[in-house]
């Protein structure tokens, strides 16, 4: 017995360290020295929970402000979101601030509402971010081109500045109720030329407000209700609006649906098919981007959408995803049979059956649509029958 006891207390310990250990290897703190900034700075980088397991695979980057203390909620939610399908998994990069006032704000404030004189350090931080930061973490960790910013008030207004004065640098923009009243509203009026001038612009933005009263509100109403109207082609735009929840609280009111709406479903929807089988390798294509890695449709996933087209009596561009869907599913029976369903919908019989027959050929017939294979070959057979007989 008190070998028993002193086993499993050996594995307990040693599970337990060995769990610590792997929390400290994903959860690492750096200090930069700065020469853009003539400082040192302080980050703190949350690694995937898979990120020793697979020693090939890249990540895409959430560089988030304000420091440590917002990674416990959007870990969470993050990790939510990856288990569910709906998101990747990240590397949280957090920012810590030493004054955060300088750093944050792009301009420097004269409203009364706030610290008057302070502020317009923001491009500066941005270099920072740019050329010292992110080419760090690049190097010493496995990234993805995808990234994300994201900060809250003052925050958001330089995650807004980012967007505007480098559409280059993050794919994603999140800005949790942003103060968009400081400095004159001036990044409002910067934000709103930018958009104004642009056509395309492939990028994701959400925003929230809060509690908020005028004119705070009345400034973010006038940026919402112009990006909602002014939206360049591909520019995502998701914005919340919490009547009764307080300024400090908007971010984690608002982290599930910045994330769930930034990352593409790998259920395509109907509405992005708007140019056949074109439309579906450029949806897919996004998504393998902002996952890191090669994704496509599953055989489910197009025959549904081919069916969509069916039911809408589109049959030219059904058929052209059931024949797609074949050639990424070449040995999967219910492909062939979607092309059937869509060859005996338009009345095109005999297509239809030699589709069916290659279905039948491929399942076997303990499959759950087997039966339903078998009644549409007798079904086109008498069609087929029929038909020759009224010649």
């Known amino acids: 017995m008190f070998y028993a006891k002193f086993i499993l207390t050996t594995f307990l310990f040693l599970l337990t360290t060995s769990s610590l250990l792997a929390t400290e290897q994903l959860n690492i703190t750096k200090t930069l020295s700065s020469k ?10 949350l690694l995937p929970d898979s990120y020793y397991i697979n020693e090939q695979k890249v990540f895409p980057v959430l560089y988030r402000l304000d420091g440590k203390e917002n990674i416990p909620l959007e870990s969470a939610v993050l990790n939510k979101l990856h288990r569910s399908g709906a998101a990747p998994e990240m590397i949280i990069v957090a920012i810590e601030n030493t004054d955060r006032a300088r750093d944050l704000a792009p301009t420097v404030n004269y409203d009364p509402r706030g610290p008057v004189g302070v502020g317009g350090g923001g491009d500066k931080f941005l270099d920072f971010i740019e050329k010292e930061l992110i080419p760090e973490v690049n ?6 081109d995808f990234k994300v910013f994201s900060g809250a008030s003052i925050g958001g207004l330089l995650v807004l500045h980012a967007m505007q004065s480098r559409p280059h640098l993050f794919q994603g923009h999140i ?10 509203h001036s990044t409002l009026k ?23 009263a005028a004119p705070m509100r009345d400034i973010y109403d006038e940026l919402h209700s112009f990006l909602a109207n002014n939206k360049p082609h591909k520019f995502k735009l998701t914005a919340d609006t919490f009547d009764d929840v307080p300024h400090a609280m908007t971010s984690a009111a608002g982290v599930f649906n910045a994330y769930h709406n930034l990352f593409l479903s790998l259920i395509m929807p109907s509405s992005a098919l708007t140019d056949g ?7 897919y294509k996004q998504v393998s981007f902002q996952r890191a890695e090669p994704t496509l449709p599953e055989e489910w996933v197009l025959r549904g959408l081919g069916y969509e087209l069916v039911d809408a009596k589109d049959f030219v561009g059904a058929i052209e995803i059931f024949k797609y869907n074949i050639e990424q ?63």
């Open 277 to 283: 089988v074109s439309s579906i390798k450029q949806y």
């Open 175 to 184: 800005a949790y109720s942003p103060a968009v009243w400081w400095g004159a």
């Open 190 to 212: 910067n934000v709103k030329s930018f958009v104004a001038k642009r056509q395309t612009f492939d990028n994701y933005l959400y925003i929230n407000i809060g509690s908020e």
């Open 36 to 45: 853009i900034l003539s400082e040192q700075r302080t980050v703190t980088i």
């Open 139 to 144: 190097r010493t960790f496995r990234t993805h």
């Open 329 to 391: 599913n070449p040995t999967m029976a219910s492909a062939y049979n979607g092309l059937a369903y869509a060859y005996e919908q338009n009345n095109q019989y005999a297509q239809s059956l030699e589709q069916v027959n290659i279905a039948l050929e491929i399942a076997d017939k303990d499959d759950d649509g087997y039966e339903a294979y078998l009644n549409r070959k007798r079904r086109l057979t008498a069609a087929i029958a029929k038909s020759a007989g009224s010649l």
